[in-house]
């Protein structure tokens, strides 16, 4: 019950910082070039490079037992995970790729995720417009 408090914590500041961060990257850009300019996702993009930046950072930090589980749980699992899923696929395709020592696979996660979520959010309109007329 305490590791879900440790995740559910550091989630919960991970979802506020997203929301504030890539917000504020937006208004930023707004305020500088107009309102032509939000239509790209930079808050969105600055928030998932933060986050790669972080979890890759972390990681070693694990690797080379500096963090505690209670603080992978807070940062990682909870705060990182909320803060962007993206760090964690990143991680995940530079794990499989040193792993295997071949980017076949690490090729196939970053494709897949991908095709595979782009054409899921694709379904998922229409399934909604299908129902909803």
Known sequence: MQELLFVGVGGFVGAVSRFYLSGWVQRLLFERYGPEFPFFALGTMAVNVAGCFLIG????????????????????TG????????????????????????????????????????????LGRWSAQLVLG
């Open 57 to 76: 950072l972390a990681t070693v930090l694990v690797q080379r037992n500096h963090l505690s589980t209670e603080t992978q749980l807070v940062l990682m």
């Open 79 to 122: 705060f990182l995970g909320a803060l962007t899923t993206f760090s964690t696929f990143g991680s995940e395709t530079v794990e499989m790729f040193l792993k295997e020592g071949d980017a076949r696979f690490a090729l196939l996660n970053v494709v897949g995720n991908l095709a595979l979520g782009i054409g899921a959010v694709v």
